[in-house]
């Protein structure tokens, strides 16, 4: 049983071919070093995926791509091979849109994990979206029901929800704005206070100012002007192994507009 903290990575990358082109995979061998990474909007296709994609990080990855290119599409890379694997989560509206991989492991002393990366839809393009982007959280909550009735979960990704005031810097300014939409937060509230996950970042981290996206407009990112919408979402029980101080949000470099989020978790590999 390894005893030493495993480290979980998400990010969204705007693009994988872009963020391979500002160094990622150099970040992630030399800085970072995860055991897995979740990664969210890969916008490529599988044909698009070069040798070295595939194994960002020094890692093995699987993939979920939109059916449209250059849009959406998640990936999960891991050190440690799962003992399944699940592409879609059953819906099929958003399965063509590249959303959702899954690892399961069976781990030592009967622990079921299961580690999920997603890409929430955003809402902030047109109404049409944003009732999608409803239809989504209707149908995923009761996808996340089923997750936590099978055992352990840590899902990472873009929620696109920014929870609570601290979570973002201008909140005042986006009340009717998507993303931060009384419905969206009381989504949010439900997972965490009826459903019983954790939201792990903030768990170990109470601080304002701890964002990991920011506007591409008016300077939005050297201000500090953002929103924390990327998340590490866990049941209680492996949430537990979290360990406080090992949260960051790197942004010595920019890979993307949105910034990685690493947790380290002493899982009994």
Same mark, same amino acid.
């Given at each position: 049983?390894?005893?030493?903290? $495993? #480290?979980?990575?998400?990010?969204?990358?705007? *693009?994988?071919?872009?963020?391979?082109? %500002?160094?990622? /995979?150099?970040?992630?061998?030399?800085?970072?070093?995860? /055991?897995? &990474?979740?990664?969210?909007?890969?916008?490529?296709?599988?044909?698009?995926?070069?040798?070295?994609?595939?194994?960002?990080?020094?890692?093995?990855?699987?993939?979920?791509?939109?059916?449209?290119?250059?849009?959406?599409?998640?990936?999960?890379?891991?050190? +440690?091979?799962?003992?399944?694997?699940?592409?879609?989560?059953?819906? @099929?509206?958003? /399965?063509?849109?590249?959303?959702?991989?899954?690892?399961?492991?069976?781990?030592?002393?009967?622990?079921?994990?299961? $580690?999920?990366?997603?890409?929430?839809?955003?809402? @902030?393009?047109?109404?049409?979206?944003? !009732?999608?982007?409803?239809?989504? $959280?209707?149908?995923?909550?009761? +996808? &996340?029901?089923?997750?936590?009735? !099978?055992?352990?979960?840590?899902?990472?990704?873009?929620?696109?929800?920014? +929870?609570?005031?601290?979570?973002? %810097?201008?909140?005042?300014?986006?009340?009717?704005?998507? *993303?931060?939409?009384?419905?969206?937060?009381?989504?949010?509230? +439900?997972?965490?206070?009826?459903?019983?996950?954790?939201?792990?970042? #903030?768990? $170990?981290?109470?601080?304002?100012?701890?964002?990991? =996206? =920011?506007?591409?407009?008016?300077?939005?990112?050297?201000?500090?002007?953002?929103?924390?919408?990327?998340?590490?979402?866990?049941?209680?029980?492996?949430?537990?192994?979290?360990?406080?101080?090992?949260?960051?949000?790197?942004?010595?470099? #920019?890979?993307?507009?949105?910034?990685?989020?690493?947790?380290?978790?002493?899982?009994?590999?």
């Amino acid at each position: 049983m390894n005893s030493t903290p $495993l #480290r979980i990575t998400t990010l969204n990358l705007n *693009g994988i071919r872009s963020a391979a082109s %500002k160094g990622v /995979d150099a970040w992630l061998r030399e800085h970072a070093r995860p /055991d897995w &990474l979740c990664v969210q909007e890969l916008k490529a296709l599988d044909t698009d995926m070069k040798p070295e994609l595939r194994t960002l990080g020094g890692l093995q990855g699987a993939f979920h791509h939109a059916e449209k290119a250059g849009y959406s599409g998640v990936g999960l890379y891991f050190r +440690h091979e799962p003992d399944a694997l699940r592409i879609g989560f059953g819906a @099929s509206e958003f /399965d063509a849109e590249g959303r959702y991989v899954e690892a399961r492991y069976r781990l030592p002393g009967g622990m079921q994990l299961a $580690l999920v990366s997603a890409y929430f839809p955003s809402g @902030s393009s047109s109404e049409e979206r944003q !009732q999608a982007k409803f239809r989504f $959280l209707a149908v995923f909550e009761e +996808h &996340l029901k089923e997750l936590k009735a !099978q055992g352990e979960v840590i899902l990472c990704g873009d929620v696109n929800i920014a +929870h609570k005031e601290i979570d973002l %810097k201008n909140w005042k300014g986006n009340l009717k704005n998507s *993303g931060f939409l009384p419905e969206e937060r009381a989504w949010m509230s +439900h997972v965490l206070d009826d459903l019983g996950y954790v939201d792990v970042f #903030r768990a $170990l981290n109470p601080n304002p100012d701890q964002y990991t =996206w =920011w506007s591409n407009r008016g300077q939005a990112r050297a201000k500090n002007v953002g929103w924390r919408i990327d998340y590490h979402l866990a049941t209680p029980g492996v949430a537990a192994l979290a360990q406080r101080g090992s949260e960051a949000i790197y942004t010595a470099e #920019r890979f993307s507009d949105h910034a990685p989020l690493s947790i380290d978790y002493a899982l009994p590999f």
